[in-house]
């Protein structure tokens, strides 16, 4: 294999990873260079989702697909590192302080974030949604952020961390556009495969949601994540290496009707990540 070669298998099998349509251990088993051991414990880490306050081995195995044997000195060595606490009572893990930090360290080293704070609190205070920030995690949208009116009476559980579902949310689809389309293809494929059966109403959502964001530069979700939710979004385009992000306001669907979203709660999210991309051209 000569180096062009070989330097294009690895490009193919970065994008791989990035879509989330293979398994990375698995994909890595002949790179010399990766790390299995490590590999395997972060993915131990990555099984605990927002709700699951103790998990056991027997659990984390099922989960991974790794055997039960090797999950337990994985767990033993991230409670020795403190990524784990081990409740001795329940014979169960769960999160350690060691992820916290790495996750605030994460955030708060996150310039656009600083950037879009304030303007996402000014937006919710005038539009009295509900705007968050969030990111592609695998098949999924993770939670950065969501700031909310100062005095609001309904609000939606949107919690740091959550995961939102990629191709059912406004969310998600606004990633997507903002994708390259060879990349959004491959992610789509790859949902596709995980939900056969609910392919043909996903895929007329987003290319709908295509549809909208080339015309008017935001996408909806309109009851189609929850029924008794409406929410629009823009996707945010990386920027000096920046992360691809995603913005969204959201709120319940009978304070929220889709014109007000098409009308006039869109147009000022669009203006709203412009401004924020502009800002954060500056750094």
Same mark, same amino acid.
């Given at each position: 294999?000569?180096?062009?070669?070989?330097?294009?298998?690895?490009?193919?099998?970065?994008?791989?990873?990035?879509?989330?349509?293979?398994?990375?251990?698995?994909?890595?088993?002949?790179?010399?260079?990766?790390?299995?051991?490590?590999?395997?414990?972060?993915?131990?880490?990555?099984?605990?989702?927002?709700?699951?306050?103790?998990?056991?081995?027997?659990?984390?195995?099922?989960?991974?697909?790794?055997?039960?044997?090797?999950?337990?000195?994985?767990?033993?060595?991230?409670?020795?590192?403190?990524?784990?606490?081990?409740?001795?009572? $329940?014979?169960? %893990? +769960?999160?350690?302080?060691?992820? &916290? =930090?790495? /996750?605030?360290?994460?955030?708060?080293?996150?310039? #656009?974030?600083?950037?879009?704070?304030?303007?996402?609190?000014?937006?919710?205070?005038?539009?009295?949604?509900?705007?968050?920030?969030?990111?592609?995690?695998?098949?999924?949208?993770?939670?950065?952020?969501?700031?909310?009116?100062?005095?609001?009476?309904?609000?939606?559980?949107?919690?740091?961390?959550?995961?939102?579902?990629?191709?059912?949310?406004?969310?998600?689809?606004?990633?997507?556009?903002?994708?390259?389309?060879?990349?959004?293809?491959?992610?789509?494929?790859?949902?596709?495969?995980?939900?056969?059966?609910?392919?043909?109403?996903?895929?007329?959502?987003?290319?709908?949601? $295509?549809?909208? %964001? +080339?015309?008017?530069?935001?996408? &909806? =979700?309109? /009851?189609?994540?929850?029924?008794?939710?409406?929410? #629009?979004?823009?996707?945010?385009?990386?920027?000096?290496?920046?992360?691809?992000?995603?913005?969204?306001?959201?709120?319940?669907?009978?304070?929220?009707?889709?014109?007000?979203?098409?009308?006039?709660?869109?147009?000022?999210?669009?203006?709203?990540?412009?401004?924020?991309?502009?800002?954060?051209?500056?750094?």
């Amino acid at each position: 294999m000569n180096n062009n070669t070989a330097s294009n298998h690895k490009g193919n099998k970065a994008e791989l990873m990035e879509t989330g349509k293979i398994n990375p251990i698995e994909e890595h088993s002949e790179d010399r260079q990766f790390v299995t051991a490590l590999a395997r414990g972060l993915e131990v880490l990555r099984c605990f989702e927002p709700g699951d306050r103790h998990l056991g081995n027997q659990e984390i195995a099922e989960r991974t697909g790794l055997p039960k044997p090797t999950i337990s000195r994985l767990t033993h060595t991230l409670t020795c590192m403190g990524y784990l606490y081990h409740n001795e009572r $329940l014979g169960k %893990y +769960q999160l350690g302080t060691g992820v &916290l =930090s790495l /996750g605030f360290s994460l955030l708060s080293n996150l310039e #656009v974030l600083k950037i879009a704070r304030p303007l996402m609190q000014e937006l919710a205070e005038h539009t009295h949604t509900q705007v968050s920030v969030g990111t592609r995690d695998r098949l999924s949208m993770l939670l950065l952020d969501s700031r909310e009116q100062t005095e609001a009476t309904i609000s939606l559980p949107r919690e740091p961390g959550m995961r939102l579902p990629l191709a059912k949310t406004a969310m998600g689809r606004a990633l997507l556009c903002g994708l390259p389309d060879d990349k959004r293809e491959q992610l789509l494929a790859n949902i596709r495969q995980q939900d056969p059966t609910g392919w043909p109403q996903l895929k007329v959502c987003v290319d709908q949601a $295509l549809r909208d %964001y +080339q015309e008017r530069g935001f996408c &909806l =979700s309109i /009851g189609q994540w929850r029924s008794d939710v409406n929410a #629009v979004a823009v996707p945010l385009l990386p920027i000096a290496g920046s992360r691809r992000l995603a913005f969204n306001c959201a709120a319940p669907s009978f304070v929220l009707r889709q014109h007000m979203l098409e009308d006039d709660i869109g147009p000022r999210l669009v203006n709203m990540v412009r401004t924020i991309e502009s800002e954060t051209a500056r750094y």
